[in-house]
């Protein structure tokens, strides 16, 4: 069982920066691939950023590449999500999620789920 809690969510103007955090509970983070999804209201949840257990390998759809960078500290039990020139489409519920995989995969299930923080961009 993994426990996520998001934080670091907010108002930010376009062009700015936010970082956002996923602390995981248990004593194996470090056999999961993490990731990071979005929900806008009336849209459906997006894959935003994707990685590895080690960290090593990353994944971002074409929306945010070169935009958002996923990184993650295993001893730490924590994954961020650094979100660079954001932008009034990028508003949304931020969800951190799990996956019981050592690498990541187009048809990975994520078990574990967080709550979510929100990330408002005004234009």
């Known amino acids: 069982q993994v426990h996520l809690v998001e934080s670091g969510g907010g108002l930010v103007q376009a062009g700015g920066s936010l970082r956002l955090s996923c602390a995981a509970s248990?004593?194996?983070?470090?056999?999961?691939?993490m990731a990071w999804f979005r929900q806008a209201p009336g849209k459906e949840r997006e894959f935003v950023a994707g990685?590895?257990?080690?960290?090593?390998?990353?994944r971002y759809p074409d929306s945010v590449q070169g935009r958002f960078t996923i990184s993650r500290d295993n001893a730490k039990n924590t994954v961020y999500l650094q979100m660079n020139s954001l932008k009034a489409e990028d508003t949304a519920v931020y969800l951190c999620a799990a996956a019981p995989r050592l690498e990541l995969g187009y048809d990975l299930e994520y078990n574990y789920w967080g709550q979510g923080t929100q990330v408002t961009v005004s234009s």
């Open positions: 248990g004593r194996t983070f470090g056999s999961y691939v």
């Open positions: 990685i590895n257990w080690s960290g090593i390998i990353t």
